[in-house]
């Protein structure tokens, strides 16, 4: 049994050393004066809008940047929107605040108490990055996928 093994494995190495090995080629097409273009629009708008114009601003570069990397010709989409962006910022931002509203009420009444809501909330941003990857994740696709 040992030997048919042995046979049986060295017949599984030479066809993994034989099969062909596709490469995948990535390629920026994007221009450095379109990106500050884009920068610099998103900056003034922002500034005029009193920063409320950031969300959209940051759906619009990150769009760009996606639509210009090419994976084997075949560009990337991003489907995120300004509005998307606005909700998510809201929601982290409710929720830390009300976290910390909580904790010094907590604080008032129980030390003890005020800094397990305060370890709640640096458990709180490790979860906030991973949901703020995954929104980006979920809305970076390669033919429609």
Do not use: C
Request: glycine residues 8%.
């Amino acid at each position: 049994m040992n030997s048919a093994f042995r046979a049986f494995s060295h017949s599984m190495i030479d066809n993994i050393a034989a099969a062909p090995v596709s490469t995948v080629q990535l390629q920026w097409t994007g221009k450095t004066s379109e990106i500050y273009r884009i920068f610099l629009l998103n900056f003034f708008l922002g500034i005029l809008t009193l920063g409320i114009y950031r969300f959209w601003g940051k759906a619009k570069m990150r769009r760009y940047v996606a639509s210009h990397f090419l994976l084997d010709g075949v560009p990337f989409e991003y489907a995120g929107t300004g509005k998307q962006h606005m909700i998510g910022f809201f929601k982290f931002w409710g929720i830390l605040a009300v976290l910390f509203l909580v904790s010094l009420g907590l604080l008032a009444l129980n030390v003890y108490a005020g800094i397990l809501i305060w370890f709640v909330m640096y458990l709180f941003l490790p979860l906030a990055f991973f949901l703020s990857v995954r929104f980006l994740l979920r809305n970076i696709s390669l033919k429609g996928i």
